[in-house]
């Protein structure tokens, strides 16, 4: 059952409560202004920047009829003067009914659900997880395929440091999918989830050029490489430009092949992408009110 539990790490949710959101996220699509929480407050505490999560975040929360408190910079609070993450939760806590927090440091969601009295959404902690995107991406390759089982996807860029692709092959790997990874050798996805598909029996192959898997994937899932996670910025300049996707690159590859992108994105794609009907990354960033919507109703009981 979902209501009242933090969703911290996608695997906080079992196959059957992600199904569940995503076939909310479809009647919340369908009808997106339902009232159902008019009495709730829920804090949006962004100590990191974002444009999509935060702003999708309040768009669900403003359409459910809840109230939002919180901030979306860390400069304006009493972090600067020392108060710390445990001290802001415990308190925020027993001002609102559900906490959507992100954070730069990996495991800072997990600590916050230990501190705090009501239910935390992790809405990105560094590297680590991202699991509100995990689960507006699967609602986005269900809409897009029509069906979530067996499908070939590429991940391609930063796969390193961007936390989205690891929430999102955790939560596929209920779906026997096959993935192409497709990362310069700087930013290959990291042993753990290598180990996570191996004990799950689930294929993948890892690439360095991005046409050896173009006409095989149904979903290719680009990726911003992370600036602000990297620790040597000249390392940074080298590998930021190794991917980049043009619109003549896409001749050849599936009629059901959707490109997907959290955003924000920089190079990766070329704006001639953009009137490709398989671009699907400004839906799916539309999804993501649904899918938040659904998400916070199911945790606080609503539906
Ligand atoms: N996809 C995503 O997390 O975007 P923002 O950083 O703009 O929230």
């Known amino acids: 059952m979902i209501k009242g539990k933090s969703l911290v790490s996608i695997d906080d949710f079992s196959k059957e409560e992600i199904l569940r959101i995503i076939e909310l996220a479809a009647d919340f699509e369908a009808n997106p202004n339902q009232p159902l929480l008019r009495d709730k407050v829920i804090a949006s505490l962004f100590f990191e920047p974002s444009t ?6 309040e768009t669900a929360i403003n359409r459910l009829g809840a109230r939002v408190i919180g901030f979306s910079d860390v400069n304006a609070t009493s972090t600067t003067k020392g108060e710390t993450l445990k001290d802001t939760i ?5 001002y609102a009914d559900l906490i959507v927090m992100r954070h730069p440091l990996e495991g800072a969601a997990r600590y916050a659900s ?7 959404v992790n809405a990105g902690d560094g590297a680590n997880q991202h ?3 995990t689960l507006l991406d699967m609602f986005s390759i269900k809409k897009t395929q029509g069906h979530l089982d067996n499908l070939e996807i590429a991940m391609v860029g930063d796969l390193k440091y961007g936390r989205t692709v690891h929430s999102l092959l955790m939560a596929m790997s ?5 993935f192409y990874f497709v990362a ?19 294929y993948y192959e890892e690439h360095r050029d991005m046409q050896e898997v173009l006409g095989k994937a149904d979903i290719l899932y680009m990726t911003r490489v992370q600036k602000e996670r990297f620790s040597d910025l000249i390392e940074y300049e080298r590998v930021k430009n190794t991917y980049v996707l043009h619109n003549a690159m896409l001749e050849g590859t599936k009629d059901n092949m959707r490109i997907l992108h959290p955003l924000p ?17 400004f839906k799916q960033a539309e999804n993501g009110v649904y899918t938040r919507m659904a998400i916070i109703a199911s945790i606080l009981g609503v539906k």
Not at 52 to 57: A, E, H, K, N, P
Not at 184 to 199: A, H, I, R, S, V
Request: charged share 30%; net charge neutral.
């Open 184 to 202: 310069p050798d700087e930013l290959k996805m990291p042993q753990e989830y290598k180990t996570f598909l191996d004990e799950k029996g689930i």
């Open 131 to 133: 699991p509100s995107q």
């Open 90 to 94: 415990i308190m925020v806590s027993n």
């Open 52 to 57: 999509r999560t935060r702003l999708s975040f």
């Open 114 to 120: 230990e501190q705090s009295r009501v239910p935390i």
């Open 174 to 178: 209920y779906f026997n999918p096959k």
């Open 265 to 281: 994105r920089v190079n990766e794609i070329s704006t001639d992408v953009d009137s490709n009907p398989k671009a699907y990354y």
